[in-house]
């Protein structure tokens, strides 16, 4: 089942960029995920313009 999902998920990836990139001709689009994964890599590919950013464990949760 957990295989069936994950071809879902490649197959609608890249139906997500093509619809990213259009909406990306008339505002800025801004995506957030904690991690890089494949999916995130597979859209990355057609942006323009991509900036990543990182915080130390420690910044985030500051003692």
Do not use: N, W
Not at 40 to 56: L, Q, Y
């Amino acid at each position: 089942m957990i295989l069936y999902y994950t071809k879902i998920a490649q197959e609608m990836t890249g139906y997500i960029a093509k619809a990213l990139k259009q909406a990306s001709h008339e505002a800025t689009v801004l995506l957030y995920s904690p991690g890089i994964d494949p999916f995130i890599e597979e859209i990355a590919k057609s942006a323009e313009t991509i900036c990543f950013t990182s915080r130390k464990a420690h910044e985030l949760h500051p003692d």
